[in-house]
């Protein structure tokens, strides 16, 4: 698409435009450079979205597009239908208009080893009157079909495949696809209109960080990139459409009008070879092969096939390529079903026709299939570490692309019944790539009298807890937070160095000593027989004193540290202090509503409600009571001891290491007496304390008089005793 001095060209300029940019010196830009600058960004997005090869930083390509923005915000007039801005904002879109396509959309014929392709060979060799016929074979794209219309170069119109004669309208979600060109030069090869046909895919990455986000929301994820594809080109907002990063290979054109005569809508598919044949003796350049469409695509700046498809003479190349490439498939960026074999030459693919299916000019051959059936047998209910209840499905055995599929996710309760699934069904499976198996679908025409639904439980089937389902979420939970499914995790984390910090415990030591017995719960953590450990393999008398240091330390650290322990949902770290500085003990928290809870600072209905729960929770408060028994204080120290405010309104920052405190505790300390931590040395910081082997901040702090330079030890004068 870009010559190499065009490159060099554009990437000049756009230095010049980020030099602007920085220097803020953009006043005085006349309309006609408004015009290079759209072209700079149609390169970048092309470098980025079909090269995959950017020459610029994603920050920088933002800090021109913001640029280009704000021109066109103070000239209106000089907004054209193809600038990079016009994708964006485009709002919501109320409904998807039928339009009919120029030339329906047809399906492909099958074919599954090198005996079917053979015959097709025979066949088409026989209709064709050759003895040989040069093929070109390219990847068959698993995603969701589009057809684009470009009208004297502008996108026009975009549609789905729909029945093949009539799809929808996604011209605006189309454009939020970075791939898809607003403007392309078909003028170049005399095309005043045309329709190409492509592809819409989500890459195997997206997908699987989508579906992961989707889990974790307790929305049920897609079965495959396919669905989630085809779901996302019919989103009514199209701001979300933009986020899911769609990508588009365009491989076929399927009508192109000249422009000195210009068609009706016409509805055979020939037609577009009609145009090529008279295009190429009106001598307008117009490729005559399906390669060289797929060739003039690219150089319109089009993500076409151009370099995975191959041109072969004769069926043996053919058979050839496509298992080479069966075997490339996993190592893909996104998901192929097969491969598509056309016959390359345009006038014989005429000379072939079609039947009402499919044309007899091309054929696809399908990889081994990645889908199978079997029988749901059980659903077994397991809780997962934050307490998610999720069925699980016990299936028949069965073989999906090379693994035998024995249980299967069923997510949650809404999925279960969106899918409509019932004991003893056959269920369609699928395992695209490496994605986890999903079930696509149930047969419930194939139920016999026997099918019984499956019953969701409402108590925890691992300790009897009645579950609780938050509103708005899908995911049903045991909230015990000494359920044994969730317990070790929830130790873990309790231990762990942003909760109650107890050093030498560690997973290792959780696990093992849960699976000892020796420790049932976190309050077990306060009542561990170190005489039963000191039995245990590897652990001397050394590592226990330290280990027992550790707990009885942590018994009085901050209230923060232990309510962010307690590991309440959506309880981070910062909402633990929030939470902490709203009372003098913790378990006043059975006294605050929701809508006291919300006051607070950054607590929101999800974070109030989590909350609220917790502690309205018998079995939680019961816990509580049982660690402050022994010995953990659920007191606010801060509060209580009142140590706050004697380094009020005073900046610090810490260089070097140091002796007696640790860094992070030492920030504490300053926070707690009401101090503020800096990140870099400035003319705002009054104190830098410095330790051993202190560096560049140092030097640079000498430099402003006003900051006050001090050693650890003034600093710990400076705390109040
Ligand atoms: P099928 O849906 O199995 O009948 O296969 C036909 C579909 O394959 C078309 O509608 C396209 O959406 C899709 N397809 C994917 N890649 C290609 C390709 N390279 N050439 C033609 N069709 C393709
Ligand atoms: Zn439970």
């Known amino acids: ?378 659903v077994e209910f397991q809780v997962g570490r934050t307490g998610a209840v999720t069925p699980v499905a016990k299936i028949a055995p069965v073989l999906v692309g090379g693994v035998t599929v024995t249980s299967i996710s069923i997510h949650n309760e809404e999925y279960m019944k969106e899918k409509d699934l019932m004991l003893g069904d056959t269920i369609l499976i699928e395992r695209s790539g490496d994605v986890i198996p999903q079930i696509v679908k149930s047969f419930p025409e194939l139920r016999t009298a026997t099918g019984s639904s499956i019953q969701f439980p409402t108590e925890c089937p691992v300790c009897a807890h009645p579950l609780f389902k938050p509103a708005g979420e899908a995911v049903w939970r045991c909230i015990n937070i000494n359920c044994e499914a969730q317990v070790v995790e929830r130790i873990i984390h309790f231990v762990s160095k942003d909760a109650m910090d107890i050093k030498n415990f560690g997973d290792a030591n959780v696990r093992k000593f849960y699976e000892m017995g020796l420790l049932k719960d976190v309050p077990g953590i306060y009542r561990l027989s170190f005489e039963a450990i000191g039995k245990l393999e590897g652990f001397g008398k050394k590592s226990i004193d330290n280990l027992q240091t550790a707990i009885e330390n942590s018994k009085s650290q901050p209230l923060h540290r232990l309510i962010y322990g307690l590991g309440i949902r959506y309880c981070g770290e910062n909402t633990a202090k929030t939470l902490a500085n709203a009372v003098t003990h913790l378990l006043d928290f059975r006294d605050l509503s929701e809508e006291q809870l919300q006051n607070l600072e950054d607590v929101g209905v999800k974070v109030a409600g989590s909350v609220y729960r917790f502690f309205h929770d018998a079995d939680n408060l019961r816990m509580l009571e049982d660690l402050e028994q022994l010995g953990i204080s659920l007191k606010n120290q801060k509060k209580q001891a009142n140590i706050s405010n004697s380094l009020s309104g005073q900046a610090f920052l810490f260089t070097g290491s140091l002796v007696q405190l640790k860094r992070s505790d030492a920030e504490e300390m300053v926070e707690k007496n009401g101090g503020k931590i800096l990140s870099g040395v400035s003319s705002k910081l009054n104190y830098l304390v410095v330790g051993e082997d202190a560096g560049s901040k140092l030097e640079k702090a000498k430099k402003i008089q006003s900051i006050k330079i001090i050693t650890e030890e003034e600093f710990i004068k400076m705390l109040p005793t």
């Not at 399906?107 to 053979?118: I, K, Q």
């Not at 004769?314 to 498939?329: A, D, P």
């Not at 097969?338 to 693919?349: F, P, S, T």
Request: charged share 25%.
């Open 1 to 378: 698409m870009y010559q190499q001095e065009q490159t060099i060209v554009l990437q000049q300029k756009t230095a010049v435009w980020l030099l602007s940019v920085n220097g803020g010196n953009t006043t005085e830009i006349v309309s006609a450079d408004i015009e290079t600058l759209k072209d700079v960004l149609r390169f970048h997005e092309y470098r980025y979205y079909v090269q995959n090869d950017p020459l610029i930083s994603d920050a920088e390509y933002d800090s021109l597009f913001k640029l280009l923005q704000q021109f066109e915000k103070e000239n209106p007039s000089l907004i054209t239908p193809d600038s990079p801005t016009q994708r964006v904002g485009a709002g919501l879109v109320n409904d998807f208009v039928k339009v009919a396509h120029l030339v329906p959309m047809l399906s492909l014929e099958n074919s599954y080893n090198a005996t079917d392709l053979l015959d097709w060979d025979r066949k088409a060799k026989e209709l064709a009157g050759l003895d040989e016929i040069e093929y070109c074979v390219e990847p068959k794209f698993d995603g969701a079909s589009i057809s684009l219309i470009y009208d004297h170069n502008l996108l026009a119109r975009a549609a789905t495949r729909g029945d093949g004669v009539v799809g929808d309208d996604i011209t605006l979600n189309t454009k939020q696809i970075k791939s898809v060109p607003l403007s392309a030069k078909f003028s170049g090869y005399g095309i005043e209109q045309v329709e190409i046909r492509g592809e819409v895919l989500i890459n195997k990455n997206n997908f699987k960080k989508y579906n992961d986000k989707l889990i974790e929301e307790g929305i049920p994820p897609f079965a495959n990139p396919r669905n989630s594809a085809a779901g996302s080109l019919r989103i009514k907002d199209t701001a979300e459409v933009g986020r899911r990063n769609l990508e588009v290979f365009l491989y076929h054109v399927s009508y192109a009008a000249n422009i000195d005569n210009r068609k009706p809508v016409i509805s055979q598919q020939t037609e577009l070879h009609e145009v090529a044949v008279q295009l190429s003796t009106t001598n307008n350049g117009q490729p005559l092969t399906h390669s060289g469409m797929l060739e003039m695509l690219w150089h319109l700046g089009f993500r076409s096939p151009k370099k995975e498809m191959k041109v072969v003479r004769g069926i043996s190349g053919v058979i050839q390529y496509v298992e080479e490439f069966e075997v490339k498939r996993d190592g893909l960026p996104y998901e192929i079903d097969g491969m598509v074999i056309k016959v390359n030459d345009l006038g014989l693919q005429e000379k072939l026709g079609m039947t009402s299916h499919h044309p007899r000019w091309a054929i696809a051959f399908k990889f081994k299939a990645r889908q199978g059936t079997s029988e749901l047998r059980s």
